[in-house]
């Protein structure tokens, strides 16, 4: 795969940022607001990763199309809140993320990010962290059709010059493993995020991982050195 450059896409919410605090308490008052019975955090982190009307049919498979987007357009309006009116803080980012991303940067790999956030959602959190300039391509749910399908991978895949075999999909969440699976390209799974280790293995991951830093290394034994 030298011809192609060497492609590295992450997810966003629960692999590059830790968002659960702000996604649970936005999910919690939307249903809230509903009347509805209150969810399990657990229920709610087990979603993160898909689109968000997908996210919310998942947790209500009972309800009809339109409610969940209806409750998809009060959960934006609920987030706005507090992000922008309340002023919630941004998200964390995990250990290692920023040092990682610029050492991988350096050494030529093409970035790129699949998230089912929003593209103003995301840019957010680049603009945030100050990391927008790391990534040459940003793929998000309101571009796509939600994950797992492997639109925002194979996108990417043209935005980069890359291929299949030369792209690494970095998640955790099974959604971001199977996305890579049905994407032909290779899928690493990290444990700090939303999905236990187990479930991203069956979904398909090569690997998982435990820190940002063991990236690099597996990088260039899966998808090869980009320079």
Same mark, same amino acid.
């Given at each position: 795969m030298?011809e192609?450059?060497?492609?590295?896409?992450f997810?966003?919410?629960?692999?590059?940022?830790? /968002?659960?605090?702000?996604?649970?308490?936005?999910?919690?008052e939307?249903f809230a607001?509903?009347?509805?019975?209150?969810?399990e955090?657990?229920?709610?982190?087990?979603?993160?990763?898909l689109?968000?009307?997908?996210a919310? $049919?998942?947790l209500?498979?009972?309800? $009809?199309?339109?409610?969940?987007?209806?409750?998809?357009?009060?959960? !934006? $309006?609920?987030?706005?809140r507090?992000?922008?009116?309340?002023?919630?803080g941004?998200?964390?980012?995990?250990?290692g993320t920023? %040092?990682v991303?610029?050492?991988?940067?350096?050494?030529?790999?093409?970035?790129?990010?699949?998230t089912?956030? /929003?593209?103003?959602?995301?840019?957010?959190?680049?603009?945030?962290?100050?990391l927008?300039h790391?990534f040459? *391509?940003?793929?998000?749910?309101?571009?796509?059709?939600s994950?797992?399908h492997?639109s925002?991978?194979?996108?990417?895949?043209?935005?980069a #010059? /890359?291929?299949?075999?030369?792209?690494?999909?970095i998640?955790d *969440? *099974?959604?971001?493993?199977?996305? $890579?699976?049905?994407?032909k390209?290779h899928?690493l799974?990290?444990?700090?995020?939303?999905?236990?280790?187990?479930d991203?293995? #069956?979904?398909?991951?090569?690997?998982?991982i435990s /820190?940002?830093?063991?990236i690099?290394g597996?990088? %260039?034994a899966?998808?090869g !050195?980009?320079?």
């Amino acid at each position: 795969m030298a011809e192609h450059n060497k492609l590295i896409i992450f997810d966003c919410d629960g692999t590059l940022v830790d /968002s659960q605090h702000m996604i649970v308490t936005t999910m919690h008052e939307t249903f809230a607001k509903r009347g509805l019975a209150a969810l399990e955090d657990n229920a709610v982190r087990r979603i993160v990763g898909l689109s968000l009307v997908e996210a919310i $049919a998942y947790l209500l498979p009972n309800e $009809a199309p339109e409610v969940h987007t209806e409750m998809a357009e009060e959960y !934006k $309006a609920i987030f706005y809140r507090l992000r922008v009116e309340e002023k919630a803080g941004p998200d964390p980012l995990y250990p290692g993320t920023r %040092e990682v991303l610029e050492a991988l940067n350096a050494d030529g790999y093409i970035l790129g990010v699949a998230t089912g956030n /929003s593209m103003r959602g995301l840019k957010r959190v680049l603009e945030e962290h100050d990391l927008g300039h790391l990534f040459v *391509t940003l793929q998000t749910a309101d571009l796509h059709p939600s994950k797992p399908h492997p639109s925002m991978i194979q996108t990417a895949i043209v935005e980069a #010059g /890359s291929h299949e075999g030369a792209t690494l999909m970095i998640g955790d *969440t *099974t959604f971001d493993m199977m996305m $890579a699976r049905n994407a032909k390209a290779h899928g690493l799974g990290v444990d700090w995020g939303y999905h236990a280790r187990a479930d991203l293995e #069956g979904a398909g991951a090569g690997q998982v991982i435990s /820190s940002f830093h063991d990236i690099p290394g597996i990088a %260039e034994a899966t998808i090869g !050195k980009a320079a």
